[in-house]
């Protein structure tokens, strides 16, 4: 465990009277403790009922069957306790003794209170991990919802654009269509301007928008 909190309880004070030898044995002994401690914590916390909201750490807990114990002495009450105002402001081996006096004095062990702070760090990191795979699991979906959603967009462009080609295409045929008549009809206009234009001085007839221009010879009769 590498939690920091451990240290103010399993550290060592080397400066006591034993020699440079125990010091470290009584260290490890302490690591050992911890060791057997987490060990003997259930590594995947079972979580017995939802969590309907996720900041709120003690739903949690609650879901995880993790309660303050009956003797109060959680580790966030042994928090307070090291947070005190009679006691905050000394050195970190001072508080720790008279944190461990304090529970001594009420009858609760230390491997009581590590415990419990091992069982609540476990159920964090366990609904992490659930947090984590619903919010995996939601990214894949919506991926896969996006890759579809992008499928129908792309196919839907395409009907569109055929459907717009195809109306192109109908006024395309149909200009070339009315090009083809209107060249048909000026050359019969020409017909009809050719005959007329022997009778009269201006002729009435159009041709290509505008009349056209009587030929040279006599002038209509009565003129």
């Keep these: 465990m590498s939690k920091k909190w451990y240290n103010l309880f399993v550290s ?48 949690i807990y609650r879901a995880a069957e993790i309660r303050t114990p009956q003797h109060g002495y959680s580790v966030f009450k042994v928090g307070e306790m090291l947070q005190s105002e ?41 609904y992490e991990r659930v947090l984590q795979k619903s919010v995996e699991e939601l990214e894949a979906r919506k991926a896969e919802e996006n890759r579809k959603t992008e499928a129908e967009m792309q196919r839907l462009v395409a009907e569109y654009r055929a459907r717009i080609q195809a109306s192109n295409d109908e006024v395309a045929k149909e200009k ?13 206009e020409k017909k009809i301007a050719d ?29």
């Design 12 to 59: 060592v004070d080397q400066t006591g009277e034993g020699s440079p030898e125990e010091a470290p044995r009584a260290g490890d002994s302490a690591a050992r403790t911890v060791a057997q401690i987490a060990a003997s914590v259930a590594a995947e916390p079972q979580f017995t009922t939802p969590v309907n909201n996720p900041t709120c750490f003690e739903e």
């Design 86 to 126: 009679h006691i905050r402001g000394l050195p970190a081996e001072v508080r720790r003794s008279s944190v461990l006096v304090a529970l001594e004095a009420a009858g609760v062990k230390l491997a009581e209170v590590i415990e419990d702070a091992v069982r609540r760090d476990r159920a964090l990191d366990t």
């Design 176 to 188: 070339e269509r009315f090009y083809g008549w209107r060249l048909q009809k000026q050359q019969e």
């Design 195 to 223: 005959a007329v234009s022997y009778f009269v001085s201006e002729n009435p007839i159009t041709t290509s928008g505008a009349a056209a221009a009587p030929p040279p010879g006599p002038k209509a009769q009565g003129s």
